[in-house]
């Protein structure tokens, strides 16, 4: 389902090769990611290469719908110390929402696990994910060159450098909280301000039978703030199903409630 980081990855072999950079360069497209990284894991466990040689892996899942803020995520820059440096070195156009972790739910997860540094960028969730509705005329081209262009200038950046040190970092998922309820939304995940902004609004869902639109920022559950990704789990972990609450929502700069049932 990641046709947009599929051709960017073929671009980015294009610009490459005319490149003629020093480095050695393996380009792949694993299947199985959904079902528990089946391929990515195959690969780094039957490399068919001396796994211990890969200095480094860039992972494009879901980069072909870059909004007109321009935001791009880039995950796993804790992973060996030069990579903030050099992803803000090479930027020039976008802005940024970094996060440590080299864990998370795509294939460099599995390099990760290997103590290979790694990147993941990613435009953004949207409300026609894993649907039919998703399809050519919606993506972004300009901005999927753009982030071919910027990784390209990451690669050549990293290029210069010898052997990257490998770090640990924090898994950020493990403390995310477990929860019974849903209500019903698409999160819009390159959100930084306050709350969590939605970006998509399912049928017949407790969001839309309590009038939420996308774009609204929920800010309160009840009784508890929501002041970004996590804090808006952590409220819904408190809800069982069959429960009613009242959300607090900023929507065009107004602050509404709305009563939600679980």
Do not use: C, W
Request: net charge negative.
């Amino acid at each position: 389902d990641n046709a947009s980081g599929v051709a960017v990855m073929l671009n980015l072999a294009s610009k490459l090769k005319k490149a003629n950079n020093s480095n050695n360069y393996l380009f792949m497209a694993f299947s199985g990611e959904e079902m528990g990284l089946l391929g990515s894991n195959y690969f780094v466990k039957n490399a068919t290469i001396n796994i211990d040689s890969v200095n480094y892996m860039l992972n494009m899942d879901m980069v072909g719908r870059l909004k007109k803020d321009s935001t791009l995520a880039v995950y796993g820059v804790g992973t060996t110390p030069v990579f903030k440096q050099v992803i803000n070195a090479s930027n020039n156009k976008f802005k940024l929402i970094e996060k440590e972790s080299g864990v998370g739910p795509s294939d460099h997860t599995s390099f990760y696990l290997n103590d290979i540094p790694v990147l993941h960028f990613f435009t953004g969730q949207h409300e026609d994910y894993h649907k039919p509705g998703d399809d050519a005329d919606k993506l972004n081209y300009e901005g999927m060159e753009a982030v071919s262009t910027y990784i390209f200038d990451i690669i050549t950046d990293l290029d210069d450098n010898v052997e990257l040190a490998f770090r640990k970092t924090k898994n950020e998922s493990d403390s995310a909280p477990r929860f019974k309820v849903t209500l019903g939304v698409v999160p819009d995940y390159m959100f930084d301000g306050e709350g969590m902004r939605i970006d998509g609004v399912s049928e017949d869902k407790p969001a839309q039978k309590a009038g939420m639109q996308k774009g609204d920022i929920v800010i309160q559950l009840g009784e508890h703030e929501v002041k970004d990704m996590m804090g808006y789990m952590k409220a819904l972990s408190k809800f069982e199903k069959g429960n009613t609450t009242t959300a607090k929502i900023v929507r065009a700069g107004k602050t509404i409630e709305a009563e939600v049932t679980f």
